[in-house]
């Protein structure tokens, strides 16, 4: 049996504002020659296929479009589970229909303990769980943490192992002694226990989601596939890539992938940034994170090297505080109460307002008022 | 070719605040059985499966629920279109994968020409669409009213039609003549010009969705089924049912379905309302619609007419203004703004407001303040 293992692909993330959807199916359609070209049984996806619980409609398409491709289309099995960024009830809608072209999406923990079995291998895929839903599961009060959960998880498992084949854990959690990066926010992994790498020793492989970069753990046979594109500055020096699991002989095989605008810390002074000789020599249009060397005060620095590099997402003094962020949640005050709540509603649901819920949200704002 | 004609389900809709889950679930079992007992080759749903563009969690697996139960479990054919509360996005997910079992659920103008063939019967699903989806999809800028675009659409369809088969239609719209009811609010039957029945005529059988009532056009062959459910007062008198069509020879048969709780108006005035000599005659959890017939001023009337009828929809002098409306929508003015944004974003999102989105909205509040 041979797969490609890959995890957080996040459709409908934003980089400080900028739309990731081309960047996002560059690395999608390298995945899917991969996949062909290593001529492998099935595609994993450990999770956070979507960037959050109700993804816009342009998300929405571009997923189902990727799945369609990649099953229908190519033929090639998906092994998948939801991670904590997706909500499992929205995305496991027709998921019992994907079944007859061997496309597993588990969305449920329940589900974690029928395995897929493919070839010579029996799949396990346990899609993200909270410590209440193993609780109510087994029907163990004692059950209060991540770690806890996982222990009879795994035993459930191994009752159900066939001897006669290897065994692959699919997952979506914060493996003990994973590095941790910013685009995971603090939040998601603060409502997850770590689970120690030691608890998955039982199985052959274990293909894990939830942190981006490949290299957060150290065991041979647990590993992270990473994001296939970088989220964050914090991911700025990792190799983007997926993996290719061989269970017999067992062999993994790093594959990584190239992006259109890379993610980059550049250090510099103002002169040099500016300077053609130097700015020439680089893709401009990467995503920059830039750090400027200098102590002087400079006028108008960001429009300066906006010019120059028109895909700036952080501007910081090498040496002191943040110059500029541009992130897309920063807030214009001189715009009017109702134009930033129209906004806020089109950013959170990426719909308009219907008339009633314009004249509820106006009356809210007349109440507001009338406190002063 | 015999199917079952049914539309409107609106999964996820609420009756003054009141929760219609159990009704639809009922509804619906009714449904499945008449599909089964009457033997039908085919269920067609003719648009406003959900309520809403984002249906919340709940109604997502109720839906879900209720296509696994009909198409993988009883293995009857589906046929299916978007309405104007359904996102067309979002519904398509996955539909791609569910043609195998018979399941067409078409959400895009282009699939409506291509039919779906049965037995002797060509289907032609067309979804809700707006004129400049029309006017796109055959790049004519005369397209201005859904009239037009649908005059384009018959002659398509017409090009595509096998002489040795029956032709229905499954559309989404108002047709002229129809009735119209309180449930289908202005804003949408305003955004959707009427079609005029005469254009239909090419076609053996129209199963309409949009309107609620079943008698709301006088057509022999272009039909509503109306709702399975009474979504407003102005719904009491109708009886909720299904079509069961056969195309050769054609006979259309009306199938009614029963309610749990019914949605009535009730006209009395206090004293016997108040009587147990009559309200052990009613059937007092119904959702009703009560006119007071009295002229005299009675003190917290809404109280104790609740401890015998529990689920008031609406009171009302029978001669006079309305003495109390339940609507959910409606605002308490004693709320503070912060307290009545996040019970708007829930009831839009269903979801709770993260930490940003919080600090987000309070200074969309501050600002508003500031302004006084």
Known sequence: ??????????????????????????????????????????????????????????????????????????????????????????????????????????????????????????FFLLPYFEPFEARKYFEDDRIRTAEA????????????????????LVAHFFAAGSEHVDSETQVMVGGLNAIPVDLLAPFDYVALGHLHGKDALHAERVRYSGSPVKFSVSEATQQKGVWIVDTEPFKVTFKPLTPQRDVRVLEADFATLTDPEFYQQQQQDDYLAIRLTDKRVIPNVMQALREIYP????????????????????????????TLMTKFFEQTTDSDMTPQQVAWAEQALTTANKEE
Chains 1, 2 share one sequence.
């Not at 795994?154 to 006669?164: G, I, R």
């Not at 895909?311 to 109702?338: H, K, S, W, Y």
Request: charged content about 25%; proline content about 4%.
């Open 1 to 122: 049996m041979r797969f490609l293992h890959t995890a957080d692909w996040h459709i409908g993330k934003k980089l400080h504002g900028f739309d990731l959807t081309a960047e996002q199916d560059t690395a999608y359609q390298q995945i899917r020659q991969l996949a062909i070209d290593e001529q492998v049984d099935a595609v994993v996806i450990a999770g956070d296929l979507y960037d959050r619980a109700i993804p816009n409609e342009k998300s929405v398409t571009q997923l189902d479009d990727m799945l369609i491709d990649l099953n229908l289309k190519n033929h090639l099995p998906v092994l998948a589970i939801s991670g904590n960024h997706d909500s499992a009830t929205r995305l496991r809608t027709g998921s019992r229909w994907f079944q007859a072209t061997n496309y597993y999406l588990n969305t449920k923990l329940s589900q974690a303990l029928t395995p897929v079995e493919f070839d010579d291998t029996q």
């Open 149 to 168: 959960g996982m222990i009879k998880l795994v035993a459930a498992m191994e009752a159900k192992f066939d001897p006669a084949k290897k065994h692959v």
């Open 311 to 338: 895909n700036i997402i952080e501007l910081e003094r090498a040496d002191g505080p943040v110059v500029t962020d541009t992130a897309a949640a920063q807030i214009d005050p001189t715009l009017d109460p109702m």
